[in-house]
């Protein structure tokens, strides 16, 4: 399977503390993606990092991407209630073949 | 606002009784996709259009089909419906292939 894998699973942080999730992928890419998923939603673009890209900031966002390692870290700084969701990477590899493989995702809790 | 929209947001069927899922958008974009997601799993590619040209999934059941008709609209059909085709059906956009992809709500879709 090419499909990436994500660590941790879950995390449960107090609000306000930082959140940090890994991803990691199996074949070289050409784009890697962070999307959101409110529960019985939709995904939610958040940010985009180019293979020739290190990092990358949005707002509270903060993504990392090592193609030598083949992984990528996403940082949610000063984390709110509202942040709660899951968290998938995708990467667009670079056979040129139009879709995304996604990551197995991390499911993150902020509690109050 | 330019968007995704699926319909209906939850379908119950009946096991062996066809049914059909749909998306429009507004975005004019030239990528569809359609996704499978089962609970606490990733979004999994059924088949996608670039403009017209269907690609599907190798692993992808031919009790799945899909109708491109124009730009805007996108349908998901399954012929045969079993317990295993419960799930939530995402639809997704994208203005350049391999690229961000706007997401709809998706349609869940409950088989008895």
């Known amino acids: 399977s090419q499909q990436g894998e994500e660590d941790p699973q879950a995390l449960s942080i107090q609000e306000g503390e930082n959140a940090t999730m890994n991803c990691s992928y199996k074949t070289s890419i050409n784009n890697l993606q962070w999307y959101r998923q409110n529960s019985g939603r939709g995904l939610v673009h958040l940010i985009l990092?180019?293979?020739?890209?290190r990092e990358k900031h949005s707002g509270r966002l903060r993504v990392t991407l090592d193609t030598s390692k083949k992984s990528s870290s996403l940082l949610i700084t000063a984390s709110r209630a509202a942040d709660t969701a899951s968290y998938f990477c995708?990467?667009?590899?670079?056979?040129?073949?139009?879709?995304?493989?996604f990551g197995t995702g991390t499911r993150l809790t902020i509690i109050p | 606002d330019a968007m995704v929209i699926q319909n209906p947001r939850y379908q119950v069927t009946q096991f062996g009784k066809p049914v059909t899922l749909s998306c429009s958008q507004t975005l004019n974009h030239n990528v569809m996709y359609w996704y499978q997601q089962k609970s606490s799993q990733a979004p999994k590619l059924l088949f996608h259009y670039y403009d017209k040209d269907f690609n599907n999934e190798a692993d992808t059941p031919d009790n799945f089909q899909s109708r491109r008709p124009n730009t805007s609209f996108c349908f998901l059909d399954i012929r045969s419906p079993g317990l295993g085709d419960a799930a939530m059906y995402l639809c997704?956009?994208?203005?350049?292939?391999?690229?961000?992809?706007?997401f709809g709500p998706g349609t869940r879709l409950l088989v008895l």
């Open positions: 995708a990467t667009e590899s670079n056979f040129g073949n139009e879709k995304l493989t």
């Open positions: 997704a956009t994208s203005g350049v292939a391999g690229e961000t992809q706007y």
């Open positions: 990092i180019r293979s020739n890209e």
